[in-house]
């Protein structure tokens, strides 16, 4: 049964700190996708994978959020320096295809930064 | 400015009754609009797509219809069960865009 996975799953941090949060996307899955949730926004889409290349990082903030992908199964999402108002749950999703019709979620990386 | 919106909050019905939720857009001309389920702590569940060019579509339960006049999607489920409570989000990609805009939700439950 192939699914997204994420690490961690939880992660408590006080502010100013860096955050790493991991992703592995389903194998043979050519796009990867960051959304932060919030109860306030709901569902943003922070960057966007093709190919390991990024396209789209408009929803992130600069100064802080960087997302890469090292290579074709490992996905990362860091901030840094890392504020209160970050505090959300992180989701990686995969999809197969340009543009992919269907996003496969991970079960998300809860952020509280204190 | 683009808009989506999902009629409600919460939605509380009894078994066995049929959910329709509604999915409303403004500036947008989808190509296609998806309809995910999400339950606590975990990540959203992909259901049912519905392209621009279609009035319906049904998979077991569930049933999805799309008004691009009217801008609006309604999910239904029939039949309905404890099991289907969950929130439920809505999602729609733009012609060449590849970026899935959500909706944030609307949390249904069945109560037996």
């Known amino acids: 049964d192939a699914r997204v996975t994420q690490t961690p799953r939880d992660k408590v941090t006080e502010m100013g700190q860096e955050v790493t949060m991991r992703c592995q996307p389903i194998?043979?899955?050519?796009?990867v996708f960051w959304y932060r949730q919030t109860m306030m926004q709901g569902l943003e889409l922070l960057a966007y994978?093709?190919?390991?290349?990024?396209?789209?990082d408009s929803g992130m903030p600069k100064d802080r959020f960087s997302a890469e992908m090292p290579d074709a199964t490992l996905a990362t999402l860091k901030i840094q320096p890392s504020e209160p108002r970050d505090s959300a749950v992180y989701f990686c999703?995969?999809?197969?295809?340009?543009?992919?019709?269907?996003?496969?979620f991970g079960p998300g990386t809860r952020l509280l930064v204190l | 400015s683009q808009k989506i919106e999902q009629n409600s909050e919460a939605l509380n019905i009894q078994e066995g009754k049929t959910a329709t939720l509604t999915c409303n857009y403004t500036?947008?001309?989808?190509?296609?609009l998806q309809w995910y389920r999400q339950d606590p702590g975990r990540g959203p569940v992909f259901l049912l797509l519905?392209?621009?060019?279609?009035k319906e579509k049904r998979k077991e339960r569930l049933k999805v219809t799309f008004d691009t006049t009217l801008k609006q999607s309604l999910f239904h489920i029939t039949a309905s069960q404890p099991a289907d409570s969950a929130t439920y989000l809505c999602?729609?990609?733009?012609?060449?865009?590849?970026?899935?805009?959500f909706g944030k939700g609307t949390l249904l439950t069945v109560n037996p």
């Open positions: 519905i392209r621009e060019n279609e």
């Open positions: 194998l043979g899955h050519n796009t």
């Open positions: 999602a729609l990609r733009g012609g060449s865009n590849y970026k899935l805009t």
């Open positions: 994978f093709r190919n390991r290349a990024p396209l789209d």
């Open positions: 999703a995969s999809g197969l295809g340009d543009p992919s019709e269907t996003q496969y």
């Open positions: 500036n947008y001309s989808p190509a296609y």
